[in-house]
């Protein structure tokens, strides 16, 4: 159990995770590197919505800005959660 901003909570508080760098690949792929140190893949066809539409522009998708830990888009317009593209990412290791 713990307290924040003088609310209660069970469990325990969860770790933030951030993220350290982003390359965008081919077809909406980004491989993405985490606070953990690790890297993932990360599909962004999974970003559905009107205020994602713009990332179908390939202008907008391949220019991303990490701002605070956060991938954003079109001058901050749009992000995506870190805890998000951790959670819906792949493992990724470089076979040499």
Not at 19 to 40: P, Y
Request: proline content about 4%; glycine content about 8%.
């Amino acid at each position: 159990m713990y307290i924040m901003n003088g609310f209660v909570y069970g469990g325990e508080p969860a770790a933030s995770i951030e993220i350290s760098s982003v390359k965008v690949l081919d077809d909406m792929i980004m491989l993405v590197s985490f606070s953990t140190g690790e890297k993932r893949l990360f599909d962004a066809t999974i970003l559905q919505g009107e205020v994602f539409e713009p990332l179908k522009k390939e202008d907008v998708f391949k220019n991303p800005v990490i701002d605070h830990g956060v991938v954003t888009w079109d001058d901050g317009n749009i992000d995506c959660a870190p805890e998000f593209m951790y959670d819906n990412s792949y493992e990724y290791s470089m076979v040499i």
